[in-house]
């Protein structure tokens, strides 16, 4: 039973129909292969720096059961390292060990006792590797401070920028060993009760290192050419996919461009955009890839980026156009309506919203309240319910 239930058979004062048949299609269920959503509503996955050698402790618990609590339709764990260089700062969670799976249940365990579905997003840093917890500024970690500022890997030995460490360039036997990293993550995650996956291929990591011509200068059949550089991310997604049991959904996060410029719509042949991503998408939703969680940015020092409230969602919307697939809009969205908007123009099927719940754990309560949903509350909270 969630937490926050929408009460289906509410009778509307005004016309007397069933509430359930006029319900906002933020709070409408929406099912993808064995899952059921009971709202679109998604917690995206945030960096909480506040691992010990990968292990989730008692402060994940309290932060993700928080959103569960609050009726969350997806609570996405944050990004979860298939191996320990592939953090991007110490204090990473992981899950290159069986030793993982137990702290992860924990939290799996609190998200699905209140009805909502436990996600994780598992990944790997690439060039943008071993760097401090954001409180403790901007640098490389060294050694002395549990760094590996000597090991850091990606398609070419370029670095993100000055404050960044020089990786080391993959081999491809060393890409096929991070490969099984990866499809022993997902493993693991299934053994935790993770219902749905997310790869983070987005925000210049390993797997958004090798799609864009930025960070990608390789001159063997994983570089140059688009196909070439979409080659070893397709590779990993599909070992992923071949381990993922086929009764639950996989997502994958993307970057839709790097932002050579404001123009949503400009081309960048030299290093990555949304044309390029459609492309992309296409080849993911044949390998089996249910929903893309549709980012941007993250792979260029010098990037600009738009400010305005919810400058990423033409990018998902293009990309469902073109693809069909299913996809996830993000990108500073604060407001219920704006949410609901989104989805009844059907430029997205999910909303993810990220750090207004940071600002605010009971945004999936005031998104009931501004679009007039009726709802039940758990018997702990529900004298704090306010009348619509």
């Not at 402060?59 to 993700?64: D, G, K, P």
């Not at 969350?72 to 204090?91: D, K, Q």
Request: with cysteine; glycine share 8%; net charge negative.
């Amino acid at each position: 039973m969630p937490s926050i239930v929408v009460e289906p058979y509410a009778t509307n004062p005004h016309n007397g129909k069933a509430k359930d048949e006029q319900r906002p299609k933020l709070f409408s269920p929406i099912k993808d292969r064995s899952i059921t959503y009971h709202n679109r509503i998604v917690v995206p996955p945030m960096c909480m720096y506040s691992a010990k050698d990968g292990f989730f402790n008692d402060f994940h618990v309290a932060h993700y059961g928080s959103y569960a609590i609050r009726g969350s339709g997806m609570i996405i764990i944050e990004a979860t390292a298939v191996e320990p260089r592939g953090r991007i700062s110490p204090h990473d969670a992981g899950l290159w060990s069986d030793d993982h799976i137990a702290p992860l249940k924990r939290i799996v365990d609190v998200i699905k006792s209140q009805g909502s579905i436990p996600s994780i997003q598992i990944a790997h840093a690439g060039r943008k590797a071993d760097m401090s917890s954001p409180w403790h500024g901007y640098k490389l970690v060294p050694e002395s401070e549990g760094g590996w500022p000597n090991d850091i890997v990606g398609p070419s030995d370029v670095p993100f920028d000055e404050h960044h460490g020089k990786p080391h360039a993959l081999t491809i036997s060393e890409m096929q060993e991070i490969k099984q990293k990866w499809a022993d993550a997902a493993i693991r995650a299934d053994k935790a009760g993770i219902e749905v996956l997310e790869i983070h291929d987005a925000h210049g990591y390993l797997l958004h290192n090798f799609l864009s011509g930025y960070s990608n200068k390789r001159t063997d059949i994983y570089g140059g050419s688009l196909e070439n550089r979409m080659r070893y991310p397709l590779e990993v997604v599909e070992a992923v996919r071949k381990v993922w049991p086929e009764h639950k959904p996989l997502w994958v996060r993307i970057s839709a461009t790097d932002f050579k410029s404001l123009d949503p719509e400009a081309h960048d042949e030299d290093g990555w955009d949304l044309y390029q991503s459609i492309e992309y998408v296409k080849a993911l939703k044949d390998i089996g890839v249910d929903v893309i969680d549709v980012s941007a940015g993250g792979n260029r020092p010098d990037a600009e980026y738009p400010r305005n409230a919810l400058y990423q969602v033409p990018f998902a919307e293009a990309i469902k156009r073109a693809t069909g697939i299913t996809v996830g809009a993000v990108g500073r969205i604060t407001d219920p309506k704006d949410a609901e908007a989104i989805l009844q123009q059907d430029k997205a099927d999910y909303i993810l919203v990220g750090r207004e719940h940071l600002r605010d754990t009971a945004w999936v309560n005031r998104a009931a309240r501004e679009l007039g949903v009726k709802t039940t509350w758990i018997n702990q909270y529900e004298r704090a319910q306010r009348e619509l």
